[in-house]
């Protein structure tokens, strides 16, 4: 860690407030006149309160009435830094920055000489070894989609013997039948959450409110180790577990 980055974090640590701090209940008074206003034009059923965003600093969320609370939440995990970041800021501060970001190109079609020289300074830098491609998405669940998506294309690729596609393919594909579209699948596990795509739903089985009401497809689903803590105390009823579970992944293999 350089020193640069050791004094940003200090930075934004001695800005904290020293604890939360309660001055409503929540949602409070202010949260509730914002969300009254919201549910005129959206579901707002999942709403707990209105932040601050502009207050809110470091790992502190603040809401509309003032009061302050520990955000382990922080925004479903898209800010591993916390709020307000002078990092951060700095770099949407920078004028390069900002064309890239008001004048969102067709990264695939258009790429600027910017996103070229921060892909190779940023992601690529960082990547594990032996992956040398970038392919930037805007979630988590079109990543997982395009994921997928990967995988299916390198499978059939690899069934055809990096053939051209036939005219039956292309044209089936256009009515969602194989063997254009082929039926294979993918398989998840039990309990697990890879988003509200289409394909990343499919893979999803955390909760029957995010699936009720939509169609999807028929993927099998293999049942995921739960352990017993603490381990060492355990070690026994976990290796079993574990057998069941590769058991049922073989089955459905």
Request: glycine residues 6%; aromatic residues 10%; hydrophobic residues 35%.
């Amino acid at each position: 860690m350089t020193k640069r980055r050791i004094n940003l974090g200090n930075n934004i640590l001695s800005q904290e407030p020293s604890g939360p701090k309660m001055k409503t209940e929540i949602p409070g008074p202010k949260s509730k006149q914002f969300m009254k206003k919201l549910e005129k034009t959206q579901n707002a059923l999942s709403t707990i309160f209105v932040l601050d965003v502009e207050k809110s600093i470091g790992n502190y969320a603040v809401d509309v009435d003032g009061n302050i609370l520990l955000d382990v939440y922080e925004q479903i995990a898209s800010l591993p830094l916390g709020y307000n970041h002078p990092a951060i800021q700095k770099v949407f501060q920078d004028s390069k920055n900002l064309s890239q970001l008001v004048n969102r190109p067709a990264l695939g079609v258009h790429p600027t000489p910017q996103f070229i020289k921060q892909i190779d300074q940023t992601l690529l830098r960082i990547a594990p070894k032996g992956l040398d491609y970038i392919q930037p998405m805007m979630c988590g669940s079109c990543s997982n989609e395009n994921a997928f998506k990967a995988m299916c294309i390198w499978y059939a690729n690899k069934y055809r013997n990096g053939k051209a596609f036939t005219d039956e393919e292309l044209k089936s594909s256009m009515y969602n039948k194989p063997p254009g579209c082929p039926n294979i699948s993918i398989m998840s596990f039990e309990g697990a959450f890879h988003g509200r795509t289409f394909g990343a739903l499919s893979c999803t089985h955390s909760k029957p409110i995010h699936k009720i009401d939509i169609p999807s497809f028929d993927w099998p689903a293999a049942p995921f180790p739960r352990y017993k803590y603490p381990l060492e105390a355990n070690e026994r009823e976990n290796t079993k577990e574990d057998e069941k579970c590769l058991a049922r992944v073989n089955f459905l293999f």
